[in-house]
């Protein structure tokens, strides 16, 4: 796959005739190919209907690009509808990568197919050759190239079409490099009871809703289950938290396999091209130009309950999609805006924490109220300095120690996370308590592959890290099932912080 991608970067010419593509395979060079063509290099493609292995989007995919671009071509050797000269090997079975350069040509030929399976899975065995263009043998491949371009039928709509309803009734159909999730993964009890609801809503002509459903009890996969039924062809996904935007994307590549492409759109990345789009508030709200109001037919927002705050108002109003979904553990807010009107006033399911808990569908915990005699919290933000100096001095810092060690497993490896109320204070606490364990700690300012490190870290039993402080970053939508220890070490005046 590496050298494919390498010489589409820098050919001037290239030419694969290739048995199966799956889009779950292309998605890997589907990018270095468009680049190539805007580029101006010239492009050729021959590909298959063999054993009905190629799917339906790789061949959209090709036709879409041989609309936009004047220098790519595709053909198909179509084993059940042949063509004006009534030819078809019933057997095309190539593995075939011919790329020109200025001075040189070379040759990729052997048993990889553009799959995910053959790309990045199977042992294949290819042979590359570095040659020039007048060497007999790349000639000869060319040769052979252009006989079954020849030969093989110009990839249409119309024949697109025709192989999209022979797939429907098929008999044999390989889908073995999808590795589809439906089939390892079902809907919990909250999800099949959401999804029966938000079904029953859209077929009533309501497109837009909200479904509150306790931290931990499945949104994200509620979410991607709704839009596998949905079926959209874009998808937009809006959250405002780097760490969880990824956690979010995985989970739809889990649902869909390689049905759908996923990409980011973020600081650190504009996957523009992908069918999902997975971006974070602030980046599609400086991006809304660039986007057709239309652009997205399924959007889901979650952890709306900011939904309130500029950014994701401009984004819910710019749009205009097919249905919008909202996800959040709770509608309340302490300013008392109202996130529910932003749906339409429509909450078609709601799981609380205790149902959450009583079905099996988050982990039962046992919470301990620890009296702690010396910090003053009933001081003011203005004592803010004093407060903290009193939280992390030595004394409490002992005292805190000690309630670890009383209420910890045994057993096991310490793996907590402890809620701070700023940035000093979390680093404060993560030195003073160093004294007693391996800590770090995490803020807003560190990059999302610091923070991934930090969970990782501290659920791995062969690390060292046990207590993670952190501010802003852990209120709420990251998946860290290793934890066996919260510290609550912050005051909050909101039931829905505490909860």
């Known amino acids: 796959m590496a050298t494919i991608q390498a010489n589409l970067r820098s050919c001037k010419s290239f030419y694969f005739t290739v048995s199966f593509i799956k889009k779950a395979g292309l998605v890997f060079l589907y990018n270095d190919i468009k680049s190539a063509l805007e580029r101006g290099a010239k492009g050729k493609i021959i590909t298959s209907t063999y054993q009905n292995f190629t799917d339906v989007e790789s061949l959209k995919f090709f036709l879409k690009l041989s609309s936009v671009f004047a220098n790519f071509e595709c053909h198909i050797d179509d084993e059940c509808f042949y063509n004006e000269k009534d030819y078809s090997t019933n057997g095309f079975h190539t593995k075939g990568y011919l790329f020109e350069f200025d001075e040189r040509c070379e040759l990729i030929v052997g048993s990889s197919n553009i799959t995910r399976y053959a790309l990045l899975k199977n042992i294949e065995w290819d042979l590359v050759v570095d040659c020039k263009k007048d060497d007999e043998l790349y000639l000869s491949a060319i040769r052979e190239f252009n006989d079954l371009w020849d030969k093989t039928i110009v990839l249409d709509q119309e024949r697109i079409g025709l192989y999209a309803q022979k797939l429907n009734f098929a008999i044999e159909r390989w889908d073995m490099d999808y590795d589809l999730a439906e089939q390892k993964i079902s809907p919990n009890y909250m999800q099949r009871k959401a999804l029966k609801e938000l079904n029953r809503n859209r077929a009533i002509g309501i497109n837009r809703a909200l479904v509150i459903s306790a931290t931990g009890s499945g949104k994200t996969y509620l979410a991607a289950f709704d839009a596998l039924n949905f079926n959209p062809n874009r998808l937009l996904y809006v959250v405002h938290e780097g760490s969880i935007l990824s ?124 009296r702690n005699q010396m910090v003053d919290y009933s001081l003011s933000d203005s004592a803010e300095r004093r407060l903290i100096s009193q939280i992390e001095s030595e004394d409490n810092c002992k005292f805190i120690r000690e309630q670890i060690e009383k209420y910890r497993l045994g057993g096991q490896k310490l793996k907590a996370l402890a809620f701070c109320r700023n940035i000093q204070h979390a680093r404060m606490m993560a030195e003073n308590m160093g004294e007693y364990y391996n800590t770090a700690f995490l803020t807003g300012k560190n990059k999302i ?46 039931t829905t912080i505490f909860i």
């Open 247 to 370: 956690k979010s994307l995985e989970t739809f590549q889990t649902v869909f396999g390689g049905l759908k492409t996923c990409g980011m759109y973020s600081g650190e990345a504009k996957e523009v091209d992908a069918d999902f789009l997975f971006s974070t508030n602030v980046s599609m709200c400086r991006s809304l130009e660039f986007f057709d109001k239309k652009e997205f037919d399924y959007i889901i927002i979650d952890e709306c309950h900011h939904a309130v705050a500029d950014t994701y108002r401009r984004i819910i109003e710019y749009f205009e999609p097919e249905f919008l979904l909202g996800l959040t553990a709770t509608e309340n807010r302490m300013d008392n805006k109202d996130v529910v009107a932003l749906f339409g006033n429509n909450i078609p399911y709601e799981l609380r924490l205790r149902d959450a808990i009583i079905n099996d569908l988050i982990v039962p915990f046992h919470y301990y109220g620890i």
């Open 449 to 494: 592959g610091e923070r991934i490190r930090a969970y990782n870290d501290l659920q791995d039993d062969n690390k060292e890290l046990e207590i993670l402080f952190a501010v802003d970053i852990l209120n709420e939508g990251v998946d860290i099932p290793g934890v066996n220890m919260v510290l609550f070490l912050r005051p909050t005046e909101s």
